[in-house]
């Protein structure tokens, strides 16, 4: 009888292990990025003189947020160069050749994280951009993660702006001038639990 009561301590404590093992291979939540409630659009100095406005319309990642230790959470986007638009369909031909975007040579914009950091209100996101098949380490700013649930899906979303300059990715140095040399990158997504 002894025997079996200890036994079943041992079972239950063994289960009650389990639970806890559980939970903690559980800290990491991963989303896939949502393109229907997410947007990446861009602007450029034209001639000095304005703003010419974009934004590429087809996009795939996922965050995968540990809030346990947020400094494991990371965050991966591919961008396709191809979607870009600007409301003009000469002008997105033009920018897909290239002395641009060269979309066939290089297909994709891409990021992904190598180092998470916590801050308020977010996470500060360092890791390698690729641009025109360009690689260069960035630093982004997310603001948001909170997690909240609607139609049965848990959902989280991020915001964010980057500064780049054409000329530190290979862009043809003979269109900045016509196209300014910076352009800001705006990135607000929604993600979904898998």
Known sequence: MRRVAVAFKVAAWMGTLAVVLAGAARAADEYA????????????????????????????????IDRQDPTKSKFELKISADSVDTGNPARDEHLRQPDYFDTKQFPTIDFKSTSTKPIDGGYEVTGDFTLHGVTKKVTLVLKGGKEIEFNKKKIVAFATELKVKRSDYGFDKSQIGLIGDEAEILIDCEGVRN
């Open 33 to 64: 990025y949502d393109g229907v409630h997410s947007s990446i659009s861009f602007r450029a100095r034209h001639l000095d003189i304005s703003w010419i406005h974009g934004r590429f319309n087809k996009a795939e990642g996922k965050f995968t």
